[in-house]
């Protein structure tokens, strides 16, 4: 088991281009869920998948957003045309879920992206 | 909307002694769970102990423990024997349906030597 990863680590990217960031979680957790934090704040849910299907979107995921999980492996987060204010940590977890709660969720290192 | 409060930005504790982190949260869920997780300057965040609402009994792991008052939407943390490596940003979380969490603002905690 070697635990959720997330690739890049780091991204410093130009405002205005896109950017990719890679998660492959836990093999055979059939939850994924993509979280951002900022410096000296909580993470943020941004949408979460079961499976294959991307059950819920945050308010917080603009449409310059768009996450993927096909056949429910690893998933990816594309930011389009990125903007300072999307300068943050890219949390990535996963969790074996049997139920709706009390699921425990392993979270990968972050992947932090710098817009300049 | 859930919302977790942690008033307590900082907290130092010297070594072996005991501190407590504050949290309270709001939820209209009638069955959830509580979290306190630990995420050190590597950034991982790390599950420190959950809690079932239901549960009235208090949940422990070796030197963590939470007093939950559930009527009061109180779920605090208790760290006995404060080891260095104990030191790191603490988050409270609340979950939703789908195991979604939502988190607090975080309290640093300083150990001491």
């Known amino acids: 088991d070697t635990g959720v990863s997330q690739d890049p680590r780091h991204k410093i990217t130009k405002r205005g281009q896109n950017v990719t960031f890679r998660c492959d979680p836990i093999?055979?957790?059939?939850?994924l869920y993509w979280y951002r934090q900022t410096l000296g704040q909580g993470p943020e849910f941004l949408t979460y998948?079961?499976?294959?299907?991307?059950?819920?979107k945050s308010r917080l995921l603009s449409d310059r957003f768009s996450a993927e999980r096909p056949k429910g492996s690893f998933s990816t987060l594309e930011i389009q045309r990125t903007e300072q204010g999307d300068s943050a940590m890219y949390l990535c977890?996963?969790?074996?879920?049997?139920?709706?709660?009390?699921?425990?969720?392993?979270f990968g290192e972050g992947s932090w992206l710098t817009v300049v | 909307a859930q919302t977790v409060t942690q008033s307590q930005p900082e907290m130092s504790v010297q070594e072996a002694e005991t501190v407590t982190l504050s949290c309270t949260y709001d939820?209209?869920?009638?069955?959830?769970?509580l979290f306190w997780y630990k995420q050190p300057p590597s950034r991982q965040m790390i599950l420190v102990i959950r809690?079932?609402?239901?549960?009235?009994q208090n949940a422990t792991e070796n030197r963590f423990s939470v007093n939950f008052q559930k009527a009061a939407k109180s779920f605090s943390l208790k760290i006995s024997d404060s080891q260095l490596g104990d030191a790191a940003m603490y988050f409270c979380?609340?979950?939703?349906?789908?195991?979604?969490?939502?988190f607090g603002e975080g309290t640093q905690l300083t150990v001491n030597p």
């Open positions: 093999s055979e957790h059939n939850r």
């Open positions: 977890a996963s969790s074996l879920a049997r139920g709706n709660f009390g699921n425990t969720i392993y």
């Open positions: 979380a609340a979950e939703e349906v789908g195991s979604r969490l939502t």
């Open positions: 939820t209209s869920e009638s069955d959830y769970y």
């Open positions: 998948f079961q499976n294959e299907a991307q059950l819920e």
């Open positions: 809690q079932e609402a239901y549960k009235q």
